[in-house]
């Protein structure tokens, strides 16, 4: 993608950034560390300071990314209340609804402690459950029935003895621990439909193989049929025959090249020669074959490389006008997927012979 991005404009790029938002999920998890341990109100004024460099600034401009896709960051991230004493009534997200100066931004004006906590405004009794305090001696008659609506509203949340819990929610009020997985999962939901393949994500890859094989899923990335869906005119048939129009299962799997790439990685992996048509075919492949899950894992991991390095040699012969060997290709899936496999997937007893001869243990 590099080479890609290099070559090309950012008028391009109108597709999300899915390793920057990948980096970002990473920062809304250091956000609710921060959260769980700060004082009450203190999140109200790094929000207003996100203009800092550092981890705010990526923050808000992944909520950014994310508002698009109809996802509001500082909603679903929210507290449980437990005890109420760490929390901030008005400026918190304890409701899943946003901060309650948000939705009552009167009732916030008269308030004369803007940043009481949960526990001073509620308490546990039903017989006294607010504890109001407002600015003057009495609250102007015409604020009554916003009063009572909030009131009415904020019956379905109790306060008690246990300990406040910030965590990612998911919309329908359900309570997750936050995780990068999560998220991603939530936005593949929102992108792809909820009765979609869901992508899973390989710790045994890099990132950019990772992100790679999602854009390829969500048919997003730059194939000439995309950019010229995208009004930049083009020849759009395939470098390499010549006859078809380059869509993504072109040149990751239809294309003539290509099939014979599968086909010898597919021998060499000693697998049935079913060249896979499209990503979610690929996704799933490996679950066919072996038996144990470390050794599925591996496959998944080979058949991830081999889109990657496809991509990688197209956009070579593209911008760099390297034309590819056969064999060139075959042994850099094989090495990088080595790589990968002994390193990041902790396969310490495979060596090089046994791998390019696809005869180990693990
Ligand atoms: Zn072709």
């Not at 009450?40 to 800092?52: A, H, K, N, P, T």
């Not at 939901?189 to 909820?194: D, K, R, T």
């Not at 899923?217 to 000439?224: F, G, N």
């Not at 995208?230 to 299962?249: A, K, N, Q, W, Y």
Request: hydrophobic share 40%.
């Amino acid at each position: 993608m590099k080479d890609y991005d290099e070559k090309s404009q950012q008028s391009y790029l109108i597709i999300l950034d899915q390793q920057q938002i990948h980096r970002s999920f990473q920062s809304f998890g250091c956000l609710l560390r921060v959260l769980s341990e700060r004082e009450s109100g203190e999140m109200d004024v790094l929000l207003q300071e996100y203009s800092i460099l550092g981890p705010w600034k990526n923050i808000m401009r992944a909520c950014s990314d994310l508002n698009a896709l109809g996802m509001d960051v500082f909603k679903m991230i929210r507290c449980w209340v437990g005890s109420g004493s760490s929390v901030s009534f008005w400026i918190d997200n304890w409701t899943g609804f946003g901060p309650l100066k948000d939705r009552y931004p009167l009732l916030f004006l008269l308030e004369s402690n803007k940043t009481c906590t949960v526990e001073q405004r509620m308490s546990p009794s039903p017989l006294s459950r607010f504890n109001w305090d407002w600015i003057g001696p009495a609250l102007p008659s015409f604020v009554g029935p916003l009063l009572h609506e909030c009131e009415h509203f904020l019956l379905a949340f109790e306060c008690n003895s246990g300990s406040e819990f910030w965590g990612w929610d998911d919309g329908n009020g359900t309570r997750k621990d936050f995780a990068v997985k999560t998220v991603r999962m939530d936005v593949e939901s929102i992108i792809l439909g909820s009765s979609a393949t869901v992508l899973p994500w390989s710790n045994w890859l890099p990132i950019k193989v990772n992100a790679f094989v999602w854009r390829a899923a969500l048919d997003r990335i730059a194939s000439k049929t995309n950019l010229s869906l995208r009004g930049i005119t083009l020849d759009i048939s395939c470098e390499s025959c010549s006859g078809f129009p380059e869509s993504v299962d072109h040149l990751l799997f239809r294309c003539p090249r290509v099939k014979t790439i599968w086909t010898l990685v597919l021998q060499w992996c000693k697998v049935p020669p079913d060249i896979p048509s499209s990503v979610s075919e690929v996704i799933s492949m490996h679950n066919a074959w072996g038996s144990s899950i470390k050794f599925k894992r591996a496959l998944h991991c080979i058949l991830l490389t081999t889109m990657w390095i496809i991509w990688k040699t197209r956009n070579n012969k593209h911008f760099k006008n390297r034309i590819p060997r056969l064999d060139e290709t075959i042994g850099d899936i094989k090495l990088w997927s080595f790589t990968w496999v002994k390193n990041r997937g902790k396969c310490s007893l495979i060596d090089w012979n046994s791998w390019c001869n696809f005869s180990f243990t693990m």
